[in-house]
């Protein structure tokens, strides 16, 4: 009489993500394609991050008086999936991909193009 409904698996994400908050980050697909930002958060559970002032969408916002929040349409950053974007080399300021190096007994991240550290 009733569908069973199947079960979600549950998302495969890496142990360890290349990006941080405060990462200035490049996006490599999407409508923002080409433009840079600063890292505000990092979604590790939903493998996505939301870049300082891109992928900007539109949200309808009921009024609550108990904040003193007015109602009507605000613009807010959304989440991008975290491999849509890439983290900018400090060096020579273009998107890189990042490995992971141990120093001093420390692992730190490097990048690929520059050999550059990204953690100081």
Do not use: C, W
């Not at 493998?47 to 009024?63: I, S």
């Not at 849509?84 to 990042?98: L, S, Y």
């Amino acid at each position: 009489m009733f569908k069973r409904q199947a079960k979600k698996k549950p998302l495969e994400l890496p142990n360890q993500f290349r990006v941080k908050k405060g990462d200035t980050v490049m996006i490599i697909t999407g409508k923002d394609k080409g433009k840079t930002g600063i890292i505000k958060h990092v979604l590790r559970h939903r493998g996505k991050v939301v870049v300082e002032g891109l992928n900007m969408m539109t949200k309808a916002v009921r009024p609550n008086p108990m904040y003193g929040q007015a109602g009507g349409l605000i613009q807010m950053e959304a989440p991008i999936h975290i491999s849509n974007v890439m983290v900018m080399d400090t060096k020579n300021n273009k998107p890189t991909r990042v490995k992971m190096q141990q120093v001093d007994g420390r692992n730190v991240r490097v990048a690929k193009k520059s050999g550059e550290q990204l953690d100081v």
